[in-house]
Nanobody, 123 residues
Framework: QVQLVQSGGGLVQRGGSLRLSCAASGSISSIYGMGWYRQAPGKQRELVATLPSGSSTNYADSVKGRFTISRDNAKNTVYLQMNSLKPEDTAVYYC?????????????????WGQGTQVTASS
């Protein structure tokens, strides 16, 4: 089995900063990519930033220049540094990992999600 455990998040004022972390553990053969998504009340889940293995980062236009995604491959951990937060960034943030899981009778490529963490930027 694979687990993604998130940490970080919380409440900040407009213009503040927060850092999210997400550590993947368990029956992982390899990771194809990791990323962050968010879901605001009444809205669909949307991409925030992704970092495919061996490829360049991808950001939503709304966060470019303010958010930075990074990975520590040795720790199977992805981070999201969020600066200059705005009230419209308020949402539950989820990490995602696209990986090869060897827990079954054969390895399978699967998507896993973290438990979600609330980020609130007050005005």
């Amino acid at each position: 089995q694979v687990q993604l455990v998130q940490s970080g998040g919380g409440l900040v004022q407009r213009g503040g900063s927060l850092r999210l972390s997400c550590a993947a553990s368990g029956s992982i053969s390899s990771i194809y990519g990791m990323g962050w998504y968010r879901q605001a009340p009444g809205k669909q889940r949307e991409l925030v930033a992704t970092l495919p293995s061996g490829s360049s980062t991808n950001y939503a236009d709304s966060v470019k220049g303010r958010f930075t995604i990074s990975r520590d491959n040795a720790k199977n951990t992805v981070y999201l540094q969020m600066n200059s937060l705005k009230p419209e960034d308020t949402a539950v943030y989820y990490c995602n990992a696209d990986l090869l899981d060897y827990s079954g009778s054969y390895s399978q490529r699967r998507d896993y999600w973290g438990q979600g963490t609330q980020v609130t930027a007050s005005s």
